[in-house]
């Protein structure tokens, strides 16, 4: 842990006291987002310390000149890069012409920050002592609402404590912005225009290179304890930045408050020569409704989404949050509405990683999704791929593929490629079966089988050609072999034969097979669109079969397991328990030789396959797989203990599944990596949700039926969670002695416990 | 062959005809050197068309900010990059006011350049109408002294042939240069000082960061009609270039000449307060000795190289031109007069690679050194490395090898790594093996043993120790391996168990414990002083032992040969000769993935090995080895052709050994890899040296004794050659029917020919 000055609270994120070193951090932690916009908890008024400023629209994005310092061919041209877009936070503020800025104070007291998960909205408070010794306290509250996802809003009230004074507010909008992660320090946008409509403003602009063009606007209202004021107000502009002031002489005590409405509108929702008018109706209608009426729609807004996705926590208030936490960001990140979008790893709290898709989503988030949220939204993320299917296609054909095999990309914004180390980019090709896995899983969580002759089969068939390609045919082993990857684990590169790998690629094929059977008996006219689409031959089938069954598994007759790749006997193995801590974390401390002749293992990778193929193996394969490879992952992905968590609960070994469990839910909170300040690991806390349902709860969809094995660890009095399981809502409730079921909907269902079949009707609770 | 423009000629390169489009190619070809100093020939006069201006230093270099898409941990900060320095060559030249410029010049008629390779100069002579309908006749004759190491000449001979014109001269020296080759743009020189004194002129520079001190300087004589003038002139001069502007009225038909003497001083050689005075010195002897005495100078010192280095080629124009320019170029990077000096890629030709010390010195350039140069050449480059060993030991150091372990870098100027690729820089560890093969094979040669215990023993404790760490033991294979390295092939990439890199480990380590015995037997006092700063302990050595008996060598029991690496045997293998013509090459084709996937070899990797250590496999043995990997290498290394072509010739594949050694030895004036604009490749033509020599000639030491088993390719009538063996020059003739041996010395010598000894007395040719 490398910092606990975040107060447990179980529905907010605290912070008491300013401390210019913590700026960075909280500007991570406090970050607000509505899934279609988001912004890191930048301060609105001036701030000379160290800050990094962020302000993101999902989709929008830059594609950066690729640095690299050796080329290959193959790499893509470009990165798309997360893209730090126009400022309209910004409301600077002067008390008698002195700038208030925290940073040079004389004094800052009682600084609080929260970001009140339930309600949606982030507060500040702090009383300040300016250079001019006159002494202010200062309330602001700002949210981006999610009932009108254009629009952010914006209560910055100011009181002068010790004398009379004059305020001046200025708010802003500011084109001129950059980004920090810039691979050569080129400017990302271009501001078109400038423009402002009485006491409305408005900035166009647009990407370089992708042209996405939007408006940023604003519109302030002055208050003066609680009463609107019809002020007269200046206006000065550059060619990229427009500041509208406004003076009050403030008598001491008075609260004089600003509010500013504002944010963007683009043209991936509107036509480019609209935006102005597309903007106004924005203002005209958060005018209408007013700063307190946008608040309390935000307030119920959210309350719907806790009714559905919250976990609660009973003895242990800093797990509570941690969850709360990790729920209401993912929330915030990516609401299911818009299938253009994704869930970025640093969703919209930073800039690092660049694009915004990863396997993340196939492998850790669409669980979440799918159990917390209308069954459309997992749906729309499987049409984002399928949608992305042409681009994947083209990047397979770059890699010298054929016939319309697919590679989906390992980062990506628009479905091109943007990620360049060759042993990522071209050999982490594991991600492809993700795509399909989830598919899968999908379906058999939501029952949804028409979403595979609609879309998904085709997505299927590419990926199933792709695999077919990258095998070939070893005549040393009499067995199809798949040379040069990397799977999970990216300790290991350009390995032979990653049990992974090999796995998720039969099973792909196989399952496609099967899912090509089905259409083919129930879907008629889709099977021959399909067909007509792809050219399958009956040849190719047969090919893919041949794979399929001859495909080879490295496997330790010695040990009885499965070997993550050919040669890993070679290594030395020794437990992470026997490394020396100052060794750790060892991508800080080792060269990236010695990590990969070691055997450490960053994240589940032959787990990860245990994970998704549970039901292939039997609990003693678990346990002896369990056994081998756990002692010596390190775990220096977030995305690696969840998966061991809900194994080790499996398994009974509730301690460990606690312990691996805590490593994910409060690691931006109390910053395990030191490094909270580039932004949340958003992805990884959609896993820290999987712990508690899939490994404490031990929730599965098997034949359409809901499972639970409830267990519970030792430090929690109880937990509850919800389950939107085909249109009916089933809350679960966990205490140290029984499990409680209650559903919300309309007709009874059968689930499972322990094994036991449990009818559970609407409305009335069971327990077992 | 991309090119073919350059006229047949047994000692010169000719170029008939100006094409603007070969001028990049053409100064990199013409390129002229000294060993201690050289550069591209670019004009004197300015030239507004397509050019790569490159003047270069020996041992200046400049550490440029690493470059890289994704840092790993152990990279190093800086490249050392190979400088483009002042240059001094320019001379403008103006007729009528009007700046001759041949890419302007209304038209450039008898355009000619020469590379005089016998005398060692460069010629240029063309006649131009300016625009200004003047036209005149230009002869430019350049050389870089190899006798006055600091100096250059220029004699630039002007005549007007249809009218009387004005001519102005303005030769300069310029410091505001930059690198082509250059991460980020930065200036790599400062100007300290313009300096001048009468007609002198002086430019004092720095490098940055590195901090090489360069003084620059020049001066000139105007001759009209073969007369000294002693003309005024004017000075003009910027903060970082001066020049000198000399007018003479010059009739029709009159021939006027600016000649320059100019060159560098550094502070490697001078104080850098005297480097003024030292210019002045280099200046006033040329002076003195005048142009005509100079060159005449030179024209002696390249004899002496050619006496001992001229291989002669009957009956194969283009074969008898490519081989005089490999070792025209060679001679012109390095002539072994300075320990801290080496043999860059692209020597004085161009900028790419940077650093100038790759494996390719211990691996290829030594031989050629050894055998057509005083033995202390070669000690001299092995001297470069034990120089470096401290440097060597802290680059082992910081990939976590302990106790003086040490690995040689990759790529370095001063003994750092500059390389930054991670599957190249921490793991072609095999370069370390080639450090100490060489100091084997010069000690075979020369005979000079004592070089070990003075001071190639260290170098090879430290080099063994660094293997001893390296290996594991694999309880699965009960043996000793190497994990994730990358071989000679580097289209092979993180392997485990290279047979090569595991071959010549083990060989390192057995043969410095035998070092170790006899420098214990032998002398006395270096084993103690050895001993005592390196700490071995007998324990070390029962480890070391214990490592190289227990080495593990991955084999094919079907094939009967060793594998290149573990798991070579899942690949698809597809000889060479079926694969389309339009998929080559392969690395300007194919992704790098499927680059490693494939079966195809980059360069000698097996074979390599099998080059190395001939004496330790029956010819049995080599033709399996050969048969299996042969047809399955790309040669898309310039290193590689000249190694199967040795040992196609040892196999009595005279065929395939021609065509394998025309590959390298007209690598660069036919253009092969449509590349030589950037420079030439300059270690691989001591490859092309080899293959005639070894290959051919089948020279070898065995026992102190030279042998011989003498070949001629069927398109030769004879050739012949020369070596230096043990300060006795043999000479060595070879015709269709018999081979005359002739011994340049004063004892008479026993060599083997074609396994039969015959003794060759000094002064009486022997025929066999």
Chains 1, 2 share one sequence.
Not at 314 to 337: H, P, S, W
Request: one cysteine or more; glycine letters at 6%.
């Amino acid at each position: 842990m490398n910092q606990d000055y975040i107060k447990p609270d179980e529905w907010s994120i605290l912070e008491e006291g300013f401390d210019a070193d913590k700026v960075k951090s909280s500007e991570s932690l406090f970050s607000i987002g509505n899934g279609v916009m988001g912004q890191r908890a930048n301060f609105e008024e001036q701030y000379s310390g160290p800050s990094f400023q962020g302000s993101y629209i999902g989709g929008v994005y830059y594609p950066d000149k690729t640095k690299v310092g050796w080329w290959k061919n193959g790499y893509p041209e470009y990165f798309a890069k997360v893209l730090n877009a126009p400022n309209w936070i910004g409301i600077n503020v002067f008390v008698n012409g002195e700038a208030l800025d925290l940073f040079t104070c004389k004094e800052v007291k009682d600084f609080k920050r929260e970001l009140n998960m339930k309600e949606g909205f982030h507060h500040r408070s702090f009383v300040a002592v300016l250079p001019n010794d006159i002494e202010i306290a200062v309330k602001a509250t700002r949210f981006l609402s999610i009932v009108e996802d254009e629009l952010g809003a914006i209560d910055y009230e100011v009181e002068v404590i010790n004398s009379d004074a004059e305020l001046r507010f200025e708010p802003y909008l500011d084109g001129g912005i950059t980004n920090t992660d810039a691979n050569w320090e080129e400017h990302f946008w271009k501001t078109l225009d400038v423009k402002t409509e009485r006491n409305q403003g408005f900035i166009l602009s647009k990407t370089l290179k992708t042209e996405f063009h939007v408006g940023s606007f604003m519109q302030s209202e002055v208050l003066v304890d609680g009463e609107k004021k019809d002020l007269d107000f200046k206006e000065s502009r550059t060619h990229d930045k427009l500041t509208f002031s406004y003076t009050v002489n403030a008598e001491k005590g008075q609260k004089v408050s600003l509010r500013k409405y504002a944010g963007y509108v683009t043209d991936m929702n509107h036509d480019r020569d609209q935006l102005v008018l597309a903007a106004k109706e924005v203002l005209e209608s958060a005018l209408a409704s007013g700063f307190e009426e946008l608040l309390q729609q935000q307030k119920e807004a959210w309350a719907k989404i806790w009714e559905m996705a919250d976990i609660t926590i009973t003895g242990d208030v800093k797990a509570q949050q941690g969850i709360r936490f990790n729920i209401f960001q993912l929330n915030q990140t990516y609401l299911g509405k818009d299938e253009r979008l994704n869930i970025g790893p640093k969703g919209f709290t930073g800039e690092k990683y660049g694009g915004s898709t990863y396997w993340d989503t196939e492998a850790y988030c669409i669980p979440f999704y799918m159990a917390t949220k209308d069954q459309k939204v997992a749906r729309n993320l499987l049409i984002y791929r399928y949608n992305q299917l042409d681009k994947a296609i083209e990047n397979a054909k770059k890699l010298g593929f054929k016939n319309g095999a697919a590679l989906y990309p390992m980062v990506t914004m628009n479905g091109e490629e943007s990620h360049n180390e060759w042993e990522i980019t071209f050999e982490e090709i594991h991600r492809n079966g993700a795509m399909v896995y989830a598919i899968f899983n999908y379906v058999r969580f939501t029952g949804d089988f028409e979403y595979i002759p609609e879309k998904g089969l085709e997505v299927m068939i590419a990926i199933s050609r792709f695999w077919h390609q990258r095998a070939n045919f070893s005549s040393d082993k009499n067995k199809y072999v798949i040379l040069g990857v990397t799977g999970p684990n990216e300790y290991e590169n350009n390995v032979n034969n990653n049990w992974y790998t090999n796995y998720i690629a039969k099973w792909c094929l196989e399952y496609t097979m099967e899912m090509i059977d089905k259409v083919k008996q129930g879907f008629e006219e889709d099977y021959e669109r399909i067909m007509g689409h792809t050219n399958l031959t009956d040849s190719e089938l047969i090919s893919w079969k041949e794979v399929a069954e001859a495909m080879y598994f490295p496997f330790s007759e010695k040990d009885g397991v499965f070997l993550q790749q050919d040669g890993f006997l070679d290594k030395e193995i020794k437990p992470v328990s026997k490394l020396d801590k100052n060794q750790r974390p060892i991508n800080q401390q080792w060269s990236w030789d010695r990590i990969l002749r070691s055997c450490y293992i960053k994240q589940a990778d032959v787990l990860q396959g245990f994970y998704f193929f549970e039901d292939h193996f039997s609990k003693e394969d678990l346990e002896k797989h369990f056994n081998y490879y756990e002692p010596i992952t390190v775990h220096e992905s977030s995305l690696s203990p969840c998966v061991h968590s809900i194994q080790a609960a499996v398994l009974g070994r509730m301690k460990q599944a606690y312990d691996l469990y805590l490593r994910t839910s409060r690691l931006d909170l109390d910053d395990y990596n030191n490094e909270v300040e580039q932004g949340c690991h958003i992805t990884s806390m959609a896993g820290t949700w999987m712990s508690i349902v899939e490994g404490f709860g031990g929730m599965r969809v098997r034949e359409d039926q809901l499972e639970f094995t409830p267990r519970i660890p030792d430090e929690w009095q109880a937990y509850s969670f919800k389950v939107n399981f085909r249109d009916q809502i089933l809350k679960v409730t966990v205490t140290k002695d029984k499990t409680r079921f209650l559903l919300e909907g309309d007709s009874a269902i059968e689930i499972k416990v322990d094994g036991e079949t449990l009818e559970v009707s609407p409305n009335q609770e069971k327990t077992v």
